[in-house]
T-cell receptor, first 116, second 115 residues
């Protein structure tokens, strides 16, 4: 496989469930990201990992717990979510570079989450 | 604070028409980067272009062209002779010099090209 792969593509869960989203990149990148895309709102950055280390947590509630075991894999563990957390969760990767603002992100197709 | 505004929520055109998607940004940084991404119905955002703040040259890539004007803080995107396959949501985004992947996105413009 090539690019950025996200599983599952669709997930429905109750508020008391625990589930995880998985992201895998086959591009040799060393930075990975979670973004949230809600209806009628701009994409929001959630977390950034550089070389497996978390470098950004954009004030995300603790019911979202990221994990990055290596530079190719990124997880988002979900626990006790609320209906307003229903959204498309997009994973992305890039090469980390000195002038990092120039990073071009490669996105996966997203995991569509519905919280009942 | 950084901000990106795409005032056009939805645009509908007929195939072969030209269409321009507007993007206006705000930043206090002197060095920054601007991006356009395309999101087809399949969901993944596809990178189209990156521009740095010191390069105001317009760019053309096939039917796509971009007009970057620092004087008006705009980075507009034009599709010439639109095609049905251009139907998608288009996002403009901004990143500061050392903001590593922390893109500030606009709301997106949904383009519908009808045959």
């Amino acid at each position: 496989e090539t690019g950025v792969t996200q599983t599952p593509r669709h997930l429905v869960m109750g508020m008391t469930n625990k589930k995880s989203l998985k992201c895998e990149q086959h591009l040799g990148h060393n930075a990975m990201y979670w973004y949230k895309q809600s209806a009628k709102k701009p994409l929001e950055l959630m977390f950034v990992y550089n070389f497996k280390e978390q470098t950004e947590n954009n004030s995300v509630p603790s019911r979202f717990s990221p994990e990055c075991p290596n530079s190719s894999h990124l997880f988002l563990h979900l626990h006790t979510l609320q209906p307003e957390d229903s959204a498309l969760y997009l994973c992305a990767s890039s090469q980390a570079r000195q002038s990092s603002g120039a990073n071009v992100l490669t996105f996966g197709a997203g995991s569509r989450l519905t919280v009942l | 604070a950084q901000k990106v505004t795409q005032a056009q929520t939805e645009i509908s055109v007929v195939e072969k028409e030209d269409v321009t998607l507007d993007c206006v940004y705000e930043t206090r940084d002197t060095t920054y980067y601007l991006f356009w991404y395309k999101q087809p119905p399949s969901g993944e955002l596809v990178f189209l272009i990156r521009r740095n703040s010191f390069d105001e040259q317009n760019e053309i890539s096939g039917r796509y062209s971009w007009n970057f004007q620092k004087s008006t803080s705009s980075f507009n995107f034009t599709i010439t002779a639109s095609q049905v396959v251009d139907s998608a949501v288009y996002f403009c985004a901004l990143s500061g010099y050392n903001q590593g992947g922390k893109l500030i996105f606009g709301q997106g413009t949904e383009l519908s090209v009808k045959p």
